[in-house]
């Protein structure tokens, strides 16, 4: 029986991280065994190309190729064994930070993408994605006042609008996978809604 692969996606300062773990508690509560993970990482080569990512200056197409080169050796190593036992995975970003990300901030080829998602997934996809939807203006107020920024995080609000615009296209794209989360609401408002999601499934 395989397991359940749950992922999480967002603009940086979306508020993501807080909810990933009320998720953990909760199906960890209704019994499942859980793996916990994220991208790009997971992995101890994912790790290295995550440092080269976050803070190396590159162009869309190098950082779309780390960061698929990154999520192959998570999936084969760590995501679809842990599946295959029947296993609950929760990954902090997947394959939509690239479309949003490396496609809507960085203008990369959609198809392009595309053809990389099919190789490296081989039909593998997550069976639901909270999408932590926010306005980019919220976002770097949250972030501003978090803690330093890497790289990514130092972008104009004009490329957190273009990430946020594909995320939106990909949800259009996979409607019953992608739940989108009022991420401006109040921290317990945000979460109510996850677990309002998660117990429409019986999860
Ligand atoms: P993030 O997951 O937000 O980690 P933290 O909360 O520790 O800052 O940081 C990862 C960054 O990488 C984030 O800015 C989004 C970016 N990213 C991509 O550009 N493409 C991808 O495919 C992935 C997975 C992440």
């Given at each position: 029986?395989?397991?359940?692969?749950?992922?999480?996606?967002?603009?940086?300062?979306?508020?993501?991280?807080?909810?990933?773990?009320?998720?953990?508690?909760?199906?960890?509560?209704?019994?499942?065994?859980?793996?916990?993970?994220?991208?790009?990482?997971?992995?101890?080569?994912?790790?290295?190309?995550?440092?080269?990512?976050?803070?190396?200056?590159?162009?869309?197409?190098?950082?779309?190729?780390?960061?698929?080169?990154?999520?192959?050796?998570?999936?084969?190593?760590?995501?679809?064994?842990?599946?295959?036992?029947?296993?609950?995975?929760?990954?902090?970003?997947?394959?939509?930070?690239?479309?949003?990300?490396?496609g809507?901030?960085?203008?990369?080829d959609w198809q392009?993408l595309g053809?990389?998602?099919?190789?490296?997934?081989?039909?593998?996809?997550?069976?639901?994605?909270?999408?932590?939807?926010?306005?980019?203006?919220?976002?770097?107020?949250?972030?501003?006042?978090?803690?330093?920024?890497?790289?990514?995080?130092?972008?104009?609000?004009?490329?957190?609008?273009?990430?946020?615009?594909?995320?939106?296209?990909?949800?259009?794209?996979?409607?019953?996978?992608?739940?989108?989360?009022?991420?401006?609401?109040?921290?317990?408002?945000?979460?109510?809604?996850?677990?309002?999601?998660?117990?429409?499934?019986?999860?």
């Amino acid at each position: 029986m395989s397991g359940r692969f749950i992922t999480f996606e967002g603009i940086d300062g979306a508020g993501k991280s807080t909810h990933i773990e009320r998720v953990a508690r909760h199906l960890r509560q209704g019994g499942a065994e859980l793996v916990q993970t994220r991208e790009p990482g997971g992995t101890p080569l994912a790790e290295s190309l995550r440092e080269l990512f976050l803070h190396r200056d590159m162009d869309g197409l190098t950082e779309a190729l780390l960061v698929f080169a990154a999520r192959r050796d998570h999936v084969r190593n760590v995501i679809a064994p842990a599946l295959a036992q029947g296993h609950t995975v929760l990954c902090d970003r997947f394959t939509d930070a690239s479309f949003a990300y490396q496609g809507g901030g960085r203008g990369m080829d959609w198809q392009v993408l595309g053809t990389l998602e099919r190789w490296v997934q081989e039909g593998r996809e997550p069976d639901l994605t909270f999408w932590f939807d926010v306005d980019p203006a919220v976002a770097a107020q949250r972030r501003a006042q978090a803690r330093d920024a890497d790289r990514l995080e130092q972008l104009d609000l004009a490329f957190f609008e273009r990430v946020r615009d594909a995320y939106r296209r990909r949800a259009e794209g996979s409607p019953t996978r992608f739940v989108r989360i009022d991420a401006g609401d109040t921290i317990e408002g945000v979460g109510a809604q996850v677990i309002a999601a998660l117990e429409q499934r019986g999860w």
